[in-house]
Each structure stands twice: as structure tokens, then as C-alpha cells.
């Protein structure tokens, strides 16, 4: 649970910091004052990288690419009660996992010589990294990409 919007790869905690999957956002918003043919827009603001939007139930389209905006002509009530999947990119992960130990053996290119005995039998590393992958694409010391719900998340 965040307090605010923020970039997670700002946040201390190594587990939010690198993570690379997808989080909900939830509230609820009022909407007074309509008048019968006015239009309502979600604006999300920075979003990285993909979102999810469910308005009272209607799920929209993802939005994939700037600008993270709805129409939300269509939500009527006075009540909107929002929830925001938002999904980043695995880069984040991989570079948090590149500062533990190998946990596989690789050749000279950086390709996995032989699948280790703890992935063929579904078991986590033992050395706490969180994935694996056939090659190392990322280097502990890269740069991370900013993740999540940023906002400022308006109605417009």
C-alpha cells in the first residue's frame, strides 16, 4: 500500500524498487455538476508503462502510450469508483537480480551453459534472485526505468 503516486524505483524497499509485474490502484472520485451532454475525461499523467482503467465495473482499453486519457462520458453517476492496473517492464527486475549472485553457470557470451538443477525442479534460487533467464541482458549498475503510477491522475 503506497500513500501516494510515485515512481517505485524511488522506494527503499528492494522488493518495490525492482519490481516488474503489475499493481492496483483504487479510489473513488465525485462527479457533481454535469450538465447532460458535458463530456468527462480520466487523465492519468505519467503512467509507466501500461494501464488497465475500471470504472464502475466498465473496463476501457489499455493505455499503452501517452496521453493516459479516457473518455469517461459514458459513467454517469455521480459516484466513480476507479481502479487502475498499472504494468511495467521486466528491465527493473532483471537489474535488481544482476546485484545478487549467479546463481547459473554461463559461457564467454553470457548464455546459460546448462538449465540449473533448481529450475528444473520449480524451486527458487538459491541465491534470492527472483528470475532466470537463458541470458544476462541487464548489468546490476544500469540505470533503472521509472515504474508505475506517477500522475498527477485529474478529471477533466
Not at 6 to 27: C, E, H, I, M, N
Not at 37 to 60: H, I, S
Not at 74 to 79: M, S, V
Request: include cysteine; aromatic fraction near 8%.
Amino acid at each position: 500500500s503506497l500513500p501516494e503516486l510515485v515512481d517505485w524505483t524511488t522506494l527503499d524497499d528492494p522488493d518495490l524498487k525492482y519490481f516488474s509485474g503489475a499493481a492496483t490502484y483504487r479510489t473513488v472520485a465525485a462527479l457533481r455538476g454535469l450538465e447532460k451532454d458535458e463530456r468527462v475525461f480520466l487523465d492519468l499523467g505519467e503512467v509507466k508503462n501500461f494501464a488497465v482503467v475500471t470504472v464502475n465495473g466498465t473496463t476501457y482499453p489499455v493505455l499503452w502510450r501517452p496521453p493516459y486519457r479516457l473518455d469517461l462520458s459514458d459513467q454517469r453517476g455521480t459516484r466513480l469508483k476507479l481502479r487502475i492496473r498499472v504494468a511495467n517492464c521486466w528491465p527493473n527486475r532483471l537489474i535488481g537480480d544482476a546485484a545478487k549472485p549467479l546463481d547459473r553457470e554461463l559461457n564467454a557470451a553470457g548464455d546459460v551453459v546448462r538449465v540449473p538443477g533448481w529450475v528444473k525442479e520449480g524451486k527458487p534460487s538459491p541465491t534470492g534472485r527472483q528470475t532466470f533467464t537463458f541470458h544476462d541482458h541487464w548489468r546490476a549498475d544500469e540505470p533503472l526505468r521509472p515504474a508505475g503510477l506517477m500522475g498527477p491522475v485529474v478529471l477533466r
